[in-house]
């Protein structure tokens, strides 16, 4: 549960921040949370360092001792306490965690910066929520066969609320790293459509025109067996019955 305590805080800084300075909106935040001023603060702070020189201005950062008076509120409200420290969260404009490090390397923090469709992707599935993802351009064939069935499942109310759609220029170089720990090939002619669930779990891929049955029969079949471990927005589904 730590792990989710810090999450919120780097999300309400983010949005804090955000309403300060409009700049922060195109950028991922570095936050390094520090309680005391030891041998392994002061040697992951100098890596957090690097990697802010590294960085230069492509991304924002900050530092929070989770002792100072003034951020006592937030420490009690999202039990930082327990947290080991020094810990350091990446969070991308979107406020999707990206990274989250107690030992790091400036070369992993640089790593935690993600592609914008990365990022709604991560954000989708951390608010736990399905995620359909709609890998297609212009070259591409069967574009409108292949939203038809995710706009109708969108707007289907069992899943409006907890579904999101994203998409994707398969030819996007910049996504590829993570649509391959996806297994997703980019290397396609026909329109591609990806059913994502928490925590990132392909339920579906369907190539060319795609039906709201086929979406909703993937979410049905992997909810019969999502307890433990769901598949499900929101978790394991009562019963096992996922929109019904």
Known sequence: ??????????????????????????KHLFIFFYKEQNEKTLSQEKVFDEA??????????????????????????YNLKRTPMPFV??????????????????????????SDGTAKILKGLQDQK????????????????????????KADPRFSNATEIVMIDPS????????SMLSLDTNITQAQTVLIAP???VLGTYQGPTTKKQLVDSVQNAASGCCPGGCCPGGCCPGGKCGK
């Open 130 to 153: 399905l995620v359909i993802l709609a890998l297609q351009n212009s070259k591409t064939m069967n574009n409108t066969a292949a939203m038809q069935g995710v706009t109708d499942f």
């Open 199 to 201: 925590p990132a779990e």
């Open 89 to 114: 969260l990446v969070m991308a404009s979107n406020g999707a965690i990206t990274g989250g490090y107690s030992t790091f390397t400036s070369e992993q923090l640089s790593n935690a910066i993600v």
């Open 172 to 179: 996007d170089s910049r996504e590829h790293k993570f649509l």
């Open 1 to 26: 549960m730590r792990i989710f305590f810090t999450i919120i805080l780097t999300i309400w800084v983010a949005a804090t921040l955000s309403a300060q300075n409009n700049d922060i909106e195109n």
């Open 52 to 77: 802010v020189r590294n960085l230069g201005a492509s991304a924002n950062f900050m530092k929070v001792n989770t002792k100072d008076p003034a951020q006592k509120a937030l420490v009690d409200k």
